[in-house]
């Protein structure tokens, strides 16, 4: 039953995350993207990991989708306007995956033998309760990490407004 | 639900989150428009972010998943920050198309 | 004392140089001359001071500056050393370059550099006293060189003229080649004997301190390459003919009375080296001679009066050499000082004549001065008779005395100095009657502006032809006052030579040698009323010897052409070859630059596609290479 899930999971997210990039739509294209995040987030939900599979949908489903949906929009993008490819492109994307892919897979296989079998220790390690703990532990937790994310959120939020603001005319 | 792994194997998830992530490479390279690029580059840190609890679950460590909780700030960060540059290139040229963000050339 | 008027001796002459090169061309002509003549007065003046001293008390006198540089156990002192010998050739130095100084100051006075020419003369003075009167070998190579640099700023004097620069570079090139072997020679002295001070030197050799000798001939041998550039003797005879290129007080001064004179002075300063080394003596002795002999040979056809005079002054200090080589040093410095007396008076004489016929040298066109130039004329003619060893006269004493210690030594030796001696008597006294005999040969216009020079001219030129009288008579055979006065400077007693019969032939042998030659110069020149031909119609032997036995034209082809083919294969294939080498380093990093610079073409596409490239292989590497 597991495996019949993963497989339709997986299939799931590498189609769209395929018709992503292949859509000439960008609008097309988001939406197969919010469909990809959807399904990692089942995968998320399969390892039990309820927490993160809800930081997951809201993030990146919610916040960061919208995003892109409003920039799109605010660009009008919503047409096929992408110009013929050239081959050499082409070509060089190909090439590029299969190289990366072959890469990446050949040094997992070499690592392979490495990883031992796996065994259940029962324990409870990725509840709510856990997470909070592990994070914010003032002695072993990441408690300063988790104060600099929030400082890098807010420079970035500041950032982003300051960069998307309409510059004024400088009269000299 | 504690035996995923035991039912599909940590090796299935690795194929998975590496093709997911050369996906992301292929679109990269693949991609004109810089608002699918950003999406390509969103597959790919979510392949890593999959691969991080896969192997938190293996090891049964919560610290993989702490992590995926900053890189999800981090790539917050990264499209608010990323699109604003797009928003003011868009402004600039009325183009997002890479091609013809030229003023690299040396 | 002594110290203030060593330093008078010294820099009177060179504050005449500063003076004289900074402010001459602000003052007149006359003055510039003068203060440049009175430079060197006031050095003769002290040397005759120092000579009276030194011939009374007997007792060098050391003067130490300072300390010049000091290494581990090797310490060279900026220090004189003032005694018998340097002394004496202080006094002909400066003396004679006074009465040419004075010679000078109207036979340059139309020249416009006339300041210049004063300013190098006393430099020459200034390096000369240096020469003479350091106390190591590594002063005397300050002067030595010096007097290289005055040469060739001299002979150059007219710089103007292509061939004089030649001349001028020549000589310094040749005085080159023999100051290495000095160079060479002094360091192996100073390995030798771990200093170069005269005076140590000679109480290390007195006191029987054992020396490599091997070292030691090889470092006189060096000393005599030196002696031999400076002196101009086989091979490096050939700068000092073409330096008549000078104007005529300085081929007097420089290439007749002093300069040339150093490598004498220097081998008899380093008597007590060259006394252990025999086999170098030897060499020196019969390079001397043959020097002499060649040097006679090509003076016999030259028609150049100058030149004449430079090949009889080369064939003279041939027989110095010869006996230096021979060991009789006394008799080589008196033979220096007669022939400084009488050749300096020839050189002065042919300026005198040269002056008056407006700058003709070639004797063909001349004849008959005898009429007009009374004074030049007659002490021209002392001169000669001083040079060709007629009794009596100066330089009857010093070359009969060489004849003998050759005929002492070496017959074979002594019949070549004594052919010698006979062309010399020959070409002088063709040179007297083709000068001053006979009809005038030259144009209408020249003999219109025939005249006597002027008395600042013929004054040196009488002091001169005094000095060539009785010079002679300060070695009188048998009763010398100059052997005497020079023994402090030799290590033991040194034998006499006693009047005996055989003396007296020798004497005989001399003087009927002598006047044959003068004969067969008679009777071409005055019976026959010979004139030499023209150059094109030299023929035979003559033509070799006309042509200086082709040496130029050989040095040319063996050291000249293949250092030239040398230099050219450099330019050519060489410095190609490493210019290329330079320029395509220079050309591939262009290339690479402008093709690099179309990878930075902008796309960031293409700009990703390396990336990922390049990831890919970083993984690569880190996890599959091992």
């Not at chain 1, 339709?8 to 995040?37: E, G, Q, R």
């Not at chain 1, 490495?114 to 003032?138: F, M």
């Not at chain 3, 007080?249 to 380093?270: D, E, K, N, Q």
């Not at chain 3, 007009?372 to 009794?391: E, H, Q």
Request: charge should be neutral.
């Amino acid at each position: 039953m597991l495996t019949t899930v993963f497989y339709i999971l997986s299939a799931l997210t590498l189609a769209t995350a395929f018709l992503t990039i292949l859509t000439k739509n960008p609008i097309h294209s988001a939406i197969y993207l919010v469909i990809c995040f959807f399904t990692i987030a089942g995968h998320y939900l399969m390892f039990n990991a309820q927490f993160l599979a809800v930081v997951h949908i809201i993030v990146y489903s919610g916040a960061i989708m919208i995003l892109l949906l409003f920039t799109i929009m605010l660009m009008n993008l919503n047409k096929e306007d992408e110009p013929n490819k050239r081959g050499l492109t082409i070509i060089a994307a190909v090439a590029s995956f299969c190289l990366v892919c072959f890469v990446l897979l050949a040094a997992f296989l070499k690592s392979m033998p490495i990883i031992e079998e796996y065994y259940v220790s029962g324990e409870d390690y990725q509840s709510i309760k856990i997470l909070g703990q592990v994070l914010l532990d003032e002695k072993e937790g990441f408690m300063v990490p988790f104060e600099f994310a929030s400082v890098l959120l807010l420079v970035s939020m500041i950032g982003a407004v300051l960069l998307s603001k309409k510059e004024e005319k400088i009269s000299v | 639900m504690q035996n995923v792994l035991q039912e599909i194997g940590v090796d299935n998830y690795i194929y998975l989150s590496t093709i997911l992530f050369c996906i992301g490479i292929f679109g990269v390279l693949f991609r004109r428009n810089a608002i699918v690029m950003f999406m390509s580059i969103e597959i790919m840190l979510n392949a890593v972010n999959l691969l991080l609890v896969v192997f938190s679950t293996y090891h049964q460590d919560a610290a993989g998943q702490v992590f995926v909780f900053f890189s999800m700030a981090v790539a917050a960060a990264e499209v608010a920050v990323g699109l604003a540059i797009l928003v003011g290139i868009y402004r600039n040229i009325h183009s997002i198309d890479i091609d013809k963000l030229k003023n690299l050339k040396g | 004392m002594e110290t203030s008027l060593l330093l008078t001796l010294l820099l009177a002459p060179f504050a005449g140089f500063l003076f004289n090169i900074f402010f001459g061309k602000k003052v007149s002509r006359n003055i510039s001359g003068t203060i440049g003549t009175i430079a060197v007065a006031v050095s003769f003046i002290v040397s005759l001071n120092f000579f009276f001293q030194i011939n009374s008390t007997k007792q060098p006198i050391l003067i130490d500056l300072f300390q010049w540089m000091t290494l581990e156990n090797f310490n060279v002192n900026f220090s004189f050393l003032l005694d018998q010998l340097s002394v004496l050739w202080l006094l002909f130095v400066t003396g004679i370059g006074t009465l040419i100084h004075i010679y000078s100051i109207s036979y340059m006075h139309d020249d416009e550099n006339l300041n210049k020419f004063f300013a190098y003369l006393n430099l020459f003075i200034f390096f000369m006293i240096m020469l003479v009167v350091g106390s190591n070998l590594l002063i005397m190579f300050i002067g030595w060189e010096g007097v290289g640099l005055c040469s060739y700023l001299l002979i150059g004097f007219w710089y103007k003229n292509q061939d004089y620069n030649d001349a001028a570079k020549k000589a310094f090139i040749m005085n080159r080649i023999g100051d290495l072997g000095f160079l060479v020679g002094v360091f192996i002295l100073g390995y030798l004997f771990n200093s170069i001070d005269f005076a140590t030197m000679k109480t290390a050799i007195a006191s029987g301190q054992s020396v490599d000798l091997g070292w030691l001939g090889f470092a006189t041998l060096c000393l005599f390459i030196g002696a031999s550039g400076k002196s101009a003797q086989i091979p490096l005879y050939t700068w000092l003919p073409d330096a008549m290129a000078g104007p005529t007080p300085v081929s007097a001064l420089i290439h007749a009375a002093t300069m040339v004179t150093a490598g004498i002075f220097m081998i008899t300063r380093l008597n007590f080296l060259f006394d252990l080394t025999p086999d170098v003596q030897m060499i020196i002795a019969v390079v001397g001679a043959v020097t002499s002999l060649v040097a006679a040979f090509i003076a016999l056809v030259q028609n150049d009066i100058k030149k004449v005079l430079a090949y009889s002054t080369v064939s003279q200090l041939g027989l110095m050499f010869l006996a230096l080589g021979l060991g009789a040093y006394e008799i080589a410095v008196f033979h220096v000082i007669t022939h400084a007396f009488f050749k300096a008076c020839l050189f002065l004489g042919s300026g005198s004549v040269i002056h008056a016929l407006g700058g003709e040298q070639d004797m063909r066109k001349m004849g008959g001065l005898r009429k007009y130039m009374k004074v030049t004329y007659i002490t021209f003619f002392i001169a000669t008779l001083a040079i060709s060893g007629i009794p009596i006269f100066a330089g009857f004493f010093s070359k009969d005395e060489i004849l003998m210690v050759a005929f002492h030594e070496n017959k074979a030796l002594w019949a070549i100095a004594s052919l010698a001696s006979i062309m010399t008597a020959f070409y002088m006294f063709r040179l007297l009657y083709l000068t001053f005999f006979k009809e005038f040969r030259g144009t209408e216009e020249q003999k219109h502006h025939l005249h006597e020079s002027p008395s600042l001219i013929t004054f040196p030129l009488v002091v001169l032809a005094i000095l060539s009288t009785v010079g002679g008579f300060i070695s009188f055979p048998g009763n010398s006052w100059l052997n005497g006065y020079l023994t402090p400077i030799f290590i033991g007693a040194r034998e006499e030579h006693h009047l005996d019969g055989t003396t007296y032939m020798l004497m005989g042998i001399a003087v009927i040698g002598a006047l044959i030659g003068i004969g067969m110069a008679y009777s071409n020149y005055i019976k026959k009323s010979q004139v030499p031909s023209e150059d094109s119609e030299i023929t035979g032997f003559a033509k070799v010897l006309y042509n200086k036995f082709y040496v130029d034209e050989i040095y040319m082809a063996v050291i000249v052409k293949p250092i030239y083919a040398i230099a050219s294969f450099s330019k050519n294939f060489i410095e190609t070859a490493i210019s290329g080498f330079v320029f395509g380093l220079g050309k591939v990093t262009n290339i690479v630059g402008n093709q690099g610079k179309a990878i930075q073409n902008g796309s960031v596409g293409f700009y990703l596609f390396v990336f990922v490239i390049a990831s890919a292989s970083f993984i690569a590497y880190l996890f599959l290479a091992q």
